[in-house]
């Protein structure tokens, strides 16, 4: 451990034991680091649920509007987001553009795709071509 890392504890009930018991079996085997899957899952939670209940402006759900087109990133994002938590921390390129496609089409489709790919990297997902 490092001097920048900290132990975290989390208490559940004494029947939880039996699934913690198979999640580290299923790590083991898979080669994966529990620790790197439960952040994952926390980060991906708190992006879903923070900041709670924003307000938008009203030209959010203006068709065309550049604030329309932010909020579909938004919730295009966050799907992402979710999908790669449910995959090991894991897309594809693929799933970026089926998730854009009834949103964005041509250039702006490419552009967008590129901009949130970025953002996945940045979050420690892996985006595979």
Known sequence: MTSDSKEVTIYAPPHFKATWKK???????DGQSAS???????????????????????TAYAPGHEDEQALRVQEVYARLKSHAADNRG?????????????????R??????????????????????
């Not at 702006?108 to 979050?123: C, S």
């Open 108 to 129: 702006l489709k490419v552009t967008t795709a590129g901009e949130l790919e970025q953002r996945l990297r940045e979050d420690g997902i892996k985006v595979w071509h």
């Open 23 to 29: 999640f580290m079996e299923i790590c083991e085997r």
């Open 90 to 106: 894991e897309i594809h390129v693929r799933q970026i553009f089926r998730e854009l496609e009834p949103h964005f089409k041509g």
């Open 36 to 58: 790197e899957l439960v952040r994952i899952w926390v980060t991906g939670y708190v992006e879903r649920k923070d900041p709670g209940n924003p307000q938008r402006p009203l």
